[in-house]
């Protein structure tokens, strides 16, 4: 299983940046996903997540009304689209795939760093 994000880059505060992660290896139809961040010297935290239809998605406070996540199943790809972006919003990006309430699958991050 590999699931690859990309997307991520040097922006300043305001603008717009869409995330996107490419899985391969399992039935991206099937999973959950979700997207997770973590700040230099903090710990990871939960971004949001979109279910297996894309029908719905969930986000954490922080990033509601600004983020939003959509999936495309047939090319096994979710994405995460940031928009009115903050400094605080400058992290490591994961995707994660989750089956049965259990992130089993995490990506690579990808860096982005917010300016302000």
């Known amino acids: 299983v590999r699931l690859q994000a990309f997307g991520g880059g040097l922006v300043q505060a305001g603008s717009s940046l869409r995330l996107s992660c490419a899985a391969s290896?399992?039935?991206?139809?099937?999973?959950?996903m979700g997207w997770f961040r973590q700040a230099p010297g903090k710990e990871r935290e939960f971004v949001g997540r979109?279910?297996?239809?894309?029908?719905?998605?969930y986000y954490a406070d922080s990033v509601k009304g600004r983020f939003t996540i959509s999936r495309d199943n047939a090319k096994n790809t979710v994405y995460l689209q940031m928009n009115s972006l903050k400094p605080e919003d400058t992290a490591v990006y994961y995707c994660a795939a989750n089956l049965w309430s259990t992130y089993g699958y995490w990506g690579h991050g990808t860096l982005v760093t917010v300016s302000s």
């Open positions: 979109i279910t297996w239809s894309g029908l719905s998605s």
């Open positions: 290896g399992l039935t991206f139809s099937s999973y959950a």
